[in-house]
């Protein structure tokens, strides 16, 4: 391989937008909005991805892919659960949490973006994830205080659940390969929505595997065909 700069830079912008800012907005919605209305904010990162795919990539989508890709949003809407109204919050609260769920999907959505561009100047998907994770890994360091504590929480912490973070992050990180491949073959916008499909994935694990039925009723089924038929036809198109 050839080292080019241009295509690490752009990993490495895009590790720190997308892996480290993206996540750690994300978190900050969790603890402010509740998971579940956090998760809602998550689910339009494509949409921001489509707008920056086509400001910074100069992507133009058709009419036929632009609709799909709205079947697509409707049907993960649908499969989001219910997030409760927002009158249980403070309005401050309300606002801060709409600015950081907006920050959250900006974050996703020009990271992966980035992560295209990237691409198209240095096909190199598993290292320039390498330098995308070093890059973020470098400011969580930066950032992180009070690393006595964080070290005898790691001692103290279940080795079972150690290894399971451990595993979601190789996961995780190839995850970020295959869709750094994938933007080679179609467009950015759409790979990012077929990443943001996940909820495909969780429903049966969390059916079969952690026996949690109640989120299985006719509104997500309903969501998961709208969403499976959207990448289908996507696909195909």
């Avoid at 809407?77 to 907006?102: D, H, I, N, Y």
Wanted: net charge positive; glycine share 10%; with cysteine.
């Amino acid at each position: 391989y050839a080292w080019d700069w241009k295509g690490a830079g752009l990993f490495a912008i895009g590790g720190v937008i997308g892996t480290f800012l993206g996540r750690r907005f994300l978190f900050d919605a969790v603890r402010i909005l509740g998971p579940s209305r956090a998760s809602v904010f998550h689910s339009t990162a494509p949409a921001f991805a489509l707008v920056a795919a086509w400001l910074l990539a100069d992507e133009i989508l058709g009419p036929a892919e632009i609709g799909l890709m709205v079947v697509v949003w409707v049907g993960l809407w649908l499969t989001q659960p219910r997030t409760g109204s927002l009158q249980a919050l403070s309005p401050e609260m309300v606002r801060k949490g709409m600015v950081v769920g907006l920050l959250t999907v900006a974050g996703f959505g020009f990271g992966n973006v980035l992560r295209g561009l990237a691409m198209r100047a240095w096909d190199e998907a598993a290292l320039g994830t390498v330098v995308a994770s070093l890059a973020a890994l470098a400011c969580q360091f930066v950032v992180t205080r009070n690393w006595g504590r964080i070290g005898a929480q790691l001692r103290g912490a279940e080795r079972k659940a150690v290894w399971l973070y451990l595993g979601c992050g190789v996961f995780t990180s190839l995850g970020s390969i295959f869709i750094s491949l994938a933007m080679t073959r179609i467009e950015i916008a759409l790979a990012v929505l077929v990443v943001h499909t996940t909820p495909l994935v969780i429903f049966p694990v969390s059916v079969f595997l952690l026996k949690n039925r109640e989120q299985l009723n006719a509104r997500t089924l309903l969501g998961a065909i709208l969403v499976l038929s959207g990448i289908v036809l996507l696909a195909v198109r």
